[in-house]
């Protein structure tokens, strides 16, 4: 990639740019020169075998992890030395492979939190009255992650799979402009993995994401462009049934088979 300025960064349509991005914990290179781009809108899912770097990447893009060398930028505009915080207020949002929730409040109780943490006035600890758009918003963001059934109870109640719900929900508050999700069908059974399918693919057309996930038949679903990693390093791009039908792929990635 070429540098550019902000304005012609702009104007290609591209939410998320990656140059030569590395990230080194000491003499390990987790991710290692690491390029490429997601236009604004677009589904994407980076797969890879355990070690592959798939979730350092992701703590390099949000800001969780500083990069080593390279430049992440977001919408057109240079991030890399941007705060985690910033990327959020942004619209940049994650979710981690193990939970994040608040246990012991419920259901509603945590979209609302979530809903405020990324509004102003968030440190206002005066509750809201019922017309407020904070109320409203997270009234939607229950009804879009399909929990209005248990919005009363705890957190430590729900399934596993209501609990990806309730962090896919959380990461929707605020209308962000990109979403990454970690690995959000692990430990869910077949019943959960299809609600997952159906939450994922009603997203607005406007929201991208990009998406690490082992299961395959969810990630090659849900996804426009595919990215394989392999030792930190971008093997190839491809759209789902490229990548489905790739010989490399499936001796590197599969086994010659899908996990």
Excluded: C
Aim: aromatic share 6%.
């Amino acid at each position: 990639m070429t540098d550019a300025s902000p304005a012609a960064q702009l104007a290609t349509g591209n939410a998320l740019e990656l140059e030569g991005v590395t990230r080194a914990f000491g003499a390990l290179r987790a991710i290692d020169d690491v390029s490429f781009a997601v236009a604004a809108g677009e589904r994407r899912a980076v797969i890879g075998a355990n070690g592959a770097g798939k979730t350092t990447l992701f703590n390099v893009i949000t800001g969780d992890f500083p990069a080593t060398a390279g430049r992440v930028r977001f919408f057109g505009e240079d991030v890399t030395a941007v705060p985690a915080y910033d990327r959020i207020r942004m619209g940049l949002r994650r979710t981690y492979q193990s939970s994040l929730l608040f246990r012991d409040l419920s259901v509603w109780d945590n979209l609302f939190l979530a809903v405020r943490g990324v509004a102003r006035g968030r440190f206002a600890f005066r509750r809201p009255r019922g017309s407020h758009p904070s109320r409203a918003a997270t009234e939607d963001l229950l009804e879009r992650v399909r929990l209005q059934a248990v919005a009363q109870r705890p957190v430590s109640s729900l399934s596993h799979g209501q609990q990806r719900q309730l962090e896919i929900g959380m990461a929707l508050a605020g209308a962000p402009r990109l979403i990454l999700f970690d690995e959000p069908a692990a430990g869910l059974s077949p019943a959960e993995r299809r609600e997952l399918v159906a939450l994922l693919s009603a997203l607005p057309t406007h929201m991208g994401f990009i998406l690490i996930e082992h299961d395959l038949d969810i990630a090659l679903r849900v996804v426009q462009q595919v990215t394989v990693m392999h030792n930190g390093r971008v093997l190839k791009h491809g759209t789902p049934q490229q990548i489905e039908s790739d010989a490399e792929v499936a001796a590197i990635y599969m086994g010659g088979g899908r996990h």
